[in-house]
């Protein structure tokens, strides 16, 4: 008897020691118990009859703890972080080239609504569709590089001031492109690069603010959501700007979505405090004598008021060292783990603003001639494509990974989601397939429009996956690992926006789309090297100390 507990206990111990020695590697289900002499201390929660074990674990005494933060108040919290992160979307492809309109010289939109008192902003400017796209390159490679500096600031002073600064600078950058759309194109780009600056954290907060407030078996749909709220605002922004330029003139599309993030700024500002704890937390590891005695412990730190929550400046985390944390997101960026999901959410997000970036050039033209609300309304059906997507990956996904899982005695592993990549390849290829023929031979408008609307379901699998996979990884780096991903996707992202319009022109879409296409396919597919061999390129990694692991 005494031999098989020794036995039960070597087998929890290497359990654990797998935990410790893999980072992303973690203990979730404890379905029969057998591991309850060593976890008795630790909480969980009790699922269909599973015991899942909470990770991270909540301080017990220390009510401050957002992991212990109600569920409506973790709400608001992600309701908020998802749409100033949806704001901060739109502000990008707003401007989608060409369609975005400026008023004609002596122009009154409250007697004349009719197509004949705008032109498009490529003939303000004097410029082609090219030159007005580099507005767009500017604004996504300014996003990557203004995350090294953001980060550092928000893992050192916090999460609430880099919210509320950066949301002050979106909101100025935005009422100060309104008055440059009726002045030059000079002013007009450098407020799209201060922007760009400005907005960055958009990409890498809002995960490390669900990394603070929940716990890993809550994080891949919270994440999907994330997602969905960055992901669509490239098919929400030119959708309603059409509308809003249409009825009241171009600069209205910028000024009002300066409005609705002055909106969001109040919000913020009254009902997200800091999620940012570095007090002590409980470790899921063997217990150790006296850890029991930690059970019963009541709570012996005060409990914050609302109005200490509304503080600013809250402090800032005396243990993070600002040298060390803005090298790590360098360091991160070789890699290999990193690289990989970069480029598959880089080419994700390609897929997603070519549409953005092509629409007037594709829609505005010969055959369909489409006016500028019938080139907003193109967006519904990638906007219905995120929906899908998100749902399969917010609750089939998780599903599968919940019962793999199981299958693995209770230990997740961050691999177990790619298999979705498999099932993004084969989408990708009928919908860019449906794209490049129905654009190559002119059919009725319908066709390549829900040939859109399919690659945006990849596209949102393959985004969700970029992100999801390397924070699994590195679960303590979430915001290091969110920059490096940022940074690569938008150097990729933005060596695309500079010639796809010309190639486009100079190719045709039927070259075009079944390249994006094949190219997309490569990259989803690799991710069977990952589930063959991401654990043990995880372990040596580790093992070596390298590539900030």
């Known amino acids: ?132 796209n580099i507005a767009v390159a500017a604004n996504l490679i300014c996003t990557g590089v203004g995350c090294f500096y953001w980060m550092p600031f928000l893992a050192k002073f916090g999460r609430r001031p880099t919210y509320l600064i950066t949301a002050v600078v979106m909101c100025a950058c935005l009422i100060w492109q309104g008055f440059a759309t009726r002045t030059t194109y000079t002013s007009f780009l450098v407020a799209r690069i201060i922007m760009g600056l400005g907005q960055s954290p958009i990409y890498s907060i809002a995960p490390t603010t669900i990394r603070d407030i929940y716990f890993v078996h809550h994080q891949g749909a919270m994440i999907a959501f994330y997602g969905l709220s960055v992901l669509v605002a490239a098919q929400i922004g030119p959708m309603l700007s059409s509308f809003i330029i249409y009825s009241i003139g171009p600069a209205w599309s910028f000024w009002i979505l300066a409005c609705c993030l002055g909106v969001n700024l109040i919000t913020m500002f009254f009902t997200m405090p800091e999620t940012m704890y570095y007090g002590e937390r409980p470790k899921v590891a063997p217990a150790e004598p006296g850890d029991l005695d930690t059970v019963g412990q009541v709570q012996t730190v005060e409990k914050r008021s609302w109005t200490r929550e509304l503080t600013i400046w809250p402090g800032g985390n005396p243990t993070v060292d600002l040298r060390a944390i803005f090298l790590k997101p360098f360091i991160l960026c070789l890699n290999p783990i990193i690289i990989w999901a970069s480029l598959v959410y880089g080419m994700s997000f390609i897929s997603l603003t070519t549409l953005a970036a092509t629409a007037a050039q594709i829609f505005g033209e010969a055959p369909y001639f489409f006016n500028s609300i019938d080139q907003g309304l193109v967006f519904l059906s990638p906007f219905v494509g995120s929906l899908c997507a998100t749902f399969f990956c917010s609750y089939v996904v998780d599903k599968i990974v919940i019962r793999a899982t199981q299958r693995n005695g209770g230990v997740r592993e961050p691999e177990m989601r790619l298999f979705s990549l498999l099932v993004a390849a084969g989408v990708t290829v009928v919908g860019s397939i449906v794209c490049a023929l129905c654009l190559h031979y002119e059919t009725q408008y319908m066709g390549p429009i829900v040939g859109f609307g399919i690659i945006t379901v990849s596209n949102q699998i393959g985004a969700n996956i970029g992100m999801s996979y390397p924070l699994d990884c590195y679960p303590q780096s979430t915001a290091e690992v969110m920059v490096s991903v940022t940074f690569l996707r938008s150097v990729v992202t933005w060596i695309w926006n500079w010639f796809i319009n010309t190639w486009l022109t100079n190719c045709g879409p039927l070259v075009v789309f079944l390249s994006m296409g094949a190219i997309q396919v490569a990259f989803q597919l690799s991710s069977i090297g990952f589930l063959v061999w991401g654990k043990k390129l995880r372990v040596a990694l580790h093992q070596r100390h390298i590539l900030g692991s």
Not at 71 to 99: D, Q
Not at 110 to 130: C, H, K, N, R, W
């Open 1 to 132: 008897m005494k031999s098989e507990d020794n036995q039960d206990e070597l087998h929890d111990m290497k359990h654990i020691e797998q935990i410790e020695t893999v980072p992303g590697t973690e203990i979730l289900f404890d379905s029969d118990g057998a591991a309850g002499h060593l976890y008795a201390y630790l909480q969980h929660v009790e699922k269909k009859g599973h015991r899942i074990l909470l990770v991270p674990q909540p301080s017990r005494v220390d009510p401050n703890d957002p992991l212990t933060w109600s569920r409506l108040k973790k709400a608001i919290v992600f309701g908020n972080a998802c749409l100033y992160s949806f704001l901060g979307g739109v502000t990008g492809p707003i401007i989608a080239a060409g369609m975005i309109c400026l008023l004609r010289p002596g122009w009154d939109p409250f007697s004349d609504m009719t197509p004949a008192g705008i032109i498009q902003l490529t003939e303000v400017y004097d410029a082609s569709f090219q030159k007005i």
